[in-house]
């Protein structure tokens, strides 16, 4: 993520529920709300984030998201009333073309569909970067995050080790994942009192995509 990158404009999206988020690049002026994100988090959500429940691991993802910018990486908040409800950054490896992706939620605030706006935004911004592939690491008891990357509408894998379970996600925009993400944009839009239903295929794009 670049300077100019960083100082694009929010977009705003609607959750599953109809509530209005925007999202945007992270910034150094985030990290305290970044902070408090973590802090408000149960010590089992950290744990299921970090595979532990110490605070250092939260810190320094605090740290990681709001360092200057750097290539192949891209951190995405979700806002809502002065709030960070979540986080959503990747990183990508040697060769360029796959990226490790991690996803955190506000406690609270799960179900309801800010993962997964975060993670499409994501999708859209890599695409345009030339990355074909995101990779995941979770504990294989995180059914909520492997739900997550099973209902995306793109192509999963999972190889099972141990407790840890390796998600690969297939970027390729194919009509099913055109079709999961406009079903998804419907179905928050019926939630919205006044929404005009969402024409075309997909919601709206990723901040500097």
């Known amino acids: 993520m670049t300077d100019d990158e960083r100082s694009r404009p929010m977009v705003h999206a609607l959750l599953a529920d109809g509530t209005t988020v925007s999202i945007r690049p992270v910034s150094p002026r985030d990290h305290g709300r970044l902070q408090r994100l973590y802090e408000e988090m149960s010590p089992e959500n950290l744990r299921l984030r970090f595979f532990s429940v110490g605070r250092r691991s939260a810190t320094m993802s605090a740290d990681r998201a709001c360092a200057p910018p750097r290539p192949g990486h891209r951190a995405?908040?979700?806002?809502?009333?002065?709030?960070?409800?979540?986080?959503?950054?990747?990183?990508?490896?040697?060769?360029?073309?796959?990226?490790?992706?991690?996803?955190?939620?506000?406690?609270?605030?799960?179900?309801?569909?800010?993962?997964?706006?975060?993670?499409?935004?994501?999708?859209?911004?890599?695409?345009?970067?030339?990355?074909?592939t995101f990779t995941a690491d979770a504990l294989s008891e995180n059914h909520e995050v492997l739900r997550l990357f099973?209902?995306?509408?793109l192509r999963t894998a999972r190889h099972f080790e141990g407790p840890e379970v390796r998600c690969t996600i297939e970027l390729a925009e194919d009509e099913e994942y055109l079709s999961t993400v406009e079903a998804r944009g419907r179905a928050a839009c019926r939630a919205t009192p006044k929404c005009v239903p969402p024409r075309g295929t997909s919601r709206p794009g990723s901040p500097g995509s």
């Open 150 to 153: 099973a209902d995306l509408g």
């Open 76 to 132: 995405l908040l979700a806002g809502a009333q002065g709030r960070v409800i979540g986080l959503a950054e990747y990183e990508t490896g040697e060769d360029g073309a796959s990226a490790e992706i991690s996803i955190v939620v506000a406690e609270g605030l799960h179900h309801r569909g800010v993962g997964t706006l975060l993670v499409e935004h994501l999708v859209s911004a890599a695409r345009a970067e030339g990355i074909s």
